[in-house]
């Protein structure tokens, strides 16, 4: 099921809130945020260019995993630097499979050059399910003969 949702639309109904850090922030300073605001992984910019981004993953395999400390080891060293992004136009169709092919979690969303929002596996997820909950709804209703023809 195709679905032409635009990401800008999807990043309306979730709310535009976008936490972020720098690379001169430590890795600590960086988990730390995404426990208080409930998220996988923080966009890194510098100024309003997105230059990397940071995950629970990076964490996991480039300090935990290796011994390293958190509270010494600057974001810079662990971001993920070439960073998979949509532009607010493209479909939710086209972001899944964008997650699927990348192997990522999550999609920044950048319009001339500058971040606007970011979005999950977990958003895209939701909003299919709904999308086709409808669906299903509104077929249902059609099929019953309650649907306006």
């Known amino acids: 099921m195709e679905i032409t949702t635009a990401a800008r639309t999807?990043?309306?109904?979730?709310?535009?809130?976008?936490w972020t850090t720098t690379p001169a922030a430590t890795v600590f300073?960086?988990?730390?945020?995404?426990?208080?605001?409930?998220?996988?992984?923080?966009?890194v910019v510098e100024?309003?260019?997105?230059?990397g981004i940071i995950s629970e993953r990076d964490y996991l395999s480039?300090?935990?995993l290796k011994g390293r400390s958190s509270k010494e080891t600057p974001v810079h060293d662990i971001m993920t630097g070439q960073v998979v992004t949509v532009t607010p136009d493209q479909s939710v169709?086209?972001?899944?499979?964008?997650?699927?092919?990348h192997r990522v979690r999550h999609l920044?969303?950048?319009e001339g050059g500058q971040l606007v929002g970011i979005i999950s596996i977990g958003d895209l997820v939701r909003w299919i399910i709904a999308t086709?909950?409808?669906t299903i709804e509104q077929l249902e209703k059609y099929i019953a003969g309650g649907y306006p023809g």
């Not at 999807?10 to 976008?18: P, Q």
């Not at 100024?47 to 230059?51: D, S, T």
């Not at 169709?93 to 092919?101: G, L």
């Open 62 to 64: 480039k300090v935990m």
């Open 132 to 134: 086709q909950r409808m």
């Open 108 to 110: 920044p969303v950048v």
């Open 10 to 18: 999807l990043l309306e109904h979730k709310g535009r809130n976008l």
């Open 93 to 101: 169709s086209e972001c899944m499979a964008i997650i699927t092919e």
């Open 47 to 51: 100024g309003l260019r997105l230059v």
């Open 29 to 43: 300073e960086a988990i730390q945020m995404m426990a208080e605001k409930n998220v996988g992984a923080l966009p």
